[in-house]
């Protein structure tokens, strides 16, 4: 059973332009939704998260927005930049299990920003 | 880049055979996370450990299991691989157990596992 839908499977962007990936969650309990950033040969970065009191994160070019009664966060990349190539994940966790969970990824968007 | 290390970068195994995979936690760090990513899918959670004792598990069955050091780094070990264990193998250290919120978790660069 996957608990977090990300959309699309890949994208691609003119240089300027607006990224926007989106995801969906199932468990309720999930209470913190980061996003990662993955270059080739590279782990997994943290680019940005939220917790679910609030309804917008901005942080530079990148603005994750959530919609707690549909159970939907989407990652918006502002001003697409070439260097923003790379696959995007978004994750979700139970912070009261103290990590024990870990965290849940979506499956992952391979992100293309043309020149 | 972040100081979490994980050796070796590639493997090659055969069905059956036994791997034993290692990470180093960055500075500070005493809980460890280990993540499967398989080809063009998200990282899956393993398990953790945190201060040498298991701390949560994922859906794997026992024969993935771990090892967490006094200097918190740590081991993933398989027995009897299977073909469907070839992927990425995600290490990530944190500072402790508050949770990824607080905790952030950093990972390595992965050791890339093929099953033959």
């Known amino acids: ?115 | 880049e972040t100081g979490v290390t994980q050796s070796p970068t590639h493997l090659i195994k055969t069905r059956g055979q036994q791997v034993t995979l290692r990470c180093s936690s960055q500075s500070g760090h005493n809980t460890v996370s280990w993540y499967q990513q398989a080809l063009g899918q998200g990282p899956q959670f393993i398990f953790q450990y945190y201060r040498e004792e298991e701390n949560g598990r994922g859906n794997f069955p026992p024969r993935f299991s771990g090892l967490q050091f006094p200097n918190y780094s740590s081991e993933l070990n398989v027995n009897a691989l299977e073909l469907d264990d070839s992927a990425l193998y995600l290490c990530a250290s944190s500072r402790g157990l508050a949770g990824p919120s607080t905790d952030t978790q950093y990972f390595g660069p992965g050791t890339r596992l093929t099953v033959l």
């Open chain 1, 1 to 115: 059973q996957q608990q977090v839908k990300q959309s699309p499977q890949s994208l691609i962007v003119q240089k300027g332009g607006i990224s926007i990936i989106n995801c969906a969650y199932e468990n309720t309990a999930f209470d913190y939704f980061p996003w990662y950033q993955q270059f080739p040969g590279k782990g997994p970065a943290l680019l940005i998260a939220i917790r679910p009191d609030v309804s917008e994160k901005k942080e530079g070019r990148f603005t994750i927005s959530f919609n707690k009664s549909a159970k939907q966060f989407s990652l918006h990349i502002m001003d697409s930049q070439p260097g923003d190539s790379a696959t995007y994940f978004c994750a979700a966790s139970v912070e009261g299990t103290r990590g024990a969970d870990g965290l849940t990824f979506g499956k992952g968007t391979h992100l293309i920003i043309q020149p």
